[in-house]
């Protein structure tokens, strides 16, 4: 059909060309339901239908196309969703880990204890300075022990965060004690520039908490005047 027909069937039939119009409209916003609506149900078998029809072909593929990009966005952001709730959980399970992983423990009135086992990363001091911190403060601790009797090792940076750790202690008026530490780690230690130089390192537990009773006990010696 050429454009010459094409002109002489719109001029030829106005109410089918306004319809037409409003079919264009509809398609061009999205509303693509409503504009096929306005197809009539028996198409005409003329020249004007067969444009008719070719209109309605084109307007379904590009609801079907519309429709199918539409549940392509939605599958998209339900992915996305997905992803983000795994994150969220990965990481609460990640604290509850490190929780795990550095339990405190009240092992005498106002003495705690932090047992670590396996590998002192940066995050893990971190986590522990920050926890360590809140218990002291919550309890009132005058010390705490910090065993590394179960680690593997800690490079110079996790080494200058227990350093930090047994700073950030004191300043809450908490006096802490490194326990089981490894020749591998004492080295690592000894090799950092600000190393405290009242540092206090026992060899295990045991010694370390022996060691926090013998100060409160001379502490409390000390503060109880003497009798005549």
Do not use: Y
């Not at 609506?37 to 239908?49: I, K, M, P, S, V």
């Not at 795994?86 to 509850?96: P, T, V």
């Not at 522990?128 to 490079?155: E, F, I, N, P």
């Amino acid at each position: 059909m050429s454009s010459g027909e094409v002109e002489g069937l719109l001029t030829a039939e106005p109410e089918r060309f306004h319809r037409l119009m409003a079919v264009v409209g509809l398609a061009s916003v999205g509303e693509f339901a409503a504009a096929l609506a306005h197809f009539a149900a028996d198409a005409q078998e003329d020249n004007f239908g067969l444009l008719e029809e070719g209109l309605r072909v084109f307007i379904t593929e590009l609801k079907a196309s519309h429709e199918e990009r539409e549940r392509a966005h939605a599958a998209l952001l339900q992915a996305n969703q997905d992803i983000e709730q795994k994150l969220a959980l990965i990481e609460s399970q990640r604290h509850e880990i490190h929780q795990l992983s550095a339990p405190i423990l009240d092992v005498w009135d106002g003495v705690l204890a932090v047992p670590l086992v396996g590998t002192l990363d940066h995050l893990r001091a971190l986590a522990v300075t920050d926890a360590l911190l809140q218990r002291v403060v919550a309890t009132r601790s005058r010390a705490a022990l910090v065993d590394l009797t179960g680690v593997d090792g800690v490079d110079a940076e996790t080494a200058d965060h227990l350093i930090q750790l047994v700073r950030a202690v004191k300043l809450v008026g908490c006096r802490a004690v490194i326990t089981g530490v490894s020749p591998g780690v004492a080295r690592t230690l000894a090799d950092l520039e600000h190393s405290p130089r009242d540092l206090q390192c026992l060899p295990n537990l045991r010694e370390g908490l022996r060691h926090c009773l013998l100060a409160r006990s001379a502490g409390s010696s000390a503060a109880t005047p003497n009798r005549p």
